[in-house]
């Protein structure tokens, strides 16, 4: 079975670009969430989306958007990027929105922004 | 607010020596525990996991014990392989999302 599936692997952008990344869950699965990994740290959460509706946001400003499709993908959008904005960003999709509902992640976009 | 704290890294250790990676948190509640393992290059994938205290995950050797006590959730292995060089997360479920510790570099020499 496909696991959860990011793309592109890769992207470089200019400050002020935006950028629109894609996921696509494993199937079966309703609930997506994205998170962005800055070197070095561990990833922190910027949204979680189950049966399309936005169920929880991370503290992330307003240039930061998502959404998810009736086939269960998403999308994240980054408006105005800064140069803080380049990170690797990785969607993870499980079969319910409970907490203890194991996340299996994607390989991840590496975004960096010049 | 919620938080998870691991040791600084990078551990290196020589094959087959014992792995301890300590993880504390902080939690208001009572939270699932999860290890995730990072591959060079790839996403994260999910180790093992503990949802009540005096729970113990273990996966591919790989063990750790849920301690409200303590609020502690030490990873640990008793013989380590080449193999297992990776980075090593420790998180805790908060509401909506996984709330994830700084990571903890595992190298192993032959």
């Known amino acids: 079975d496909a696991g959860v599936t990011q793309s592109p692997t890769h992207l470089i952008k200019t400050r002020g670009q935006q950028v629109t990344l894609r996921c696509s869950p494993i199937s079966g699965h309703k609930s997506v969430s994205w998170y962005q990994q800055v070197l070095g740290q561990g990833p922190q959460f910027i949204f979680q989306y189950y049966e399309k509706e936005e169920r929880g946001r991370g503290n992330f400003p307003d240039r930061f958007s998502a959404r998810q499709f009736p086939n269960y993908s998403s999308e994240l959008n980054v408006n105005a990027l800064l140069l803080g904005d380049s990170a690797l960003y990785l969607c993870a999709s499980s079969f319910l929105d409970r907490d203890n509902s194991p996340l299996h992640f994607g390989n991840g976009t590496r975004l960096t922004v010049t | 607010g919620d938080s998870v704290t691991q040791m600084e890294g990078p551990v290196t250790l020589s094959e087959e020596a014992f792995l301890t990676i300590n993880c504390t948190y902080t939690?208001?509640?009572?939270?699932?525990l999860f290890w995730y393992v990072q591959y060079p290059g790839e996403g994260l994938q999910l180790l093992l996991k503990a949802t009540k205290a005096d729970d113990k995950g273990s996966n591919k050797g790989f063990e750790a014990t849920y301690r409200k006590e303590t609020t502690s959730f030490h990873l640990e292995k008793g013989s380590v392989q080449v193999s297992d060089s990776a980075v090593y997360f420790c998180?805790?479920?908060?509401?909506?999302?996984?709330?994830f510790g700084t990571g903890t570099r595992l190298q192993v020499f032959p």
């Open positions: 998180a805790l479920s908060g509401s909506d999302k996984l709330i």
């Open positions: 939690a208001t509640g009572y939270p699932s």
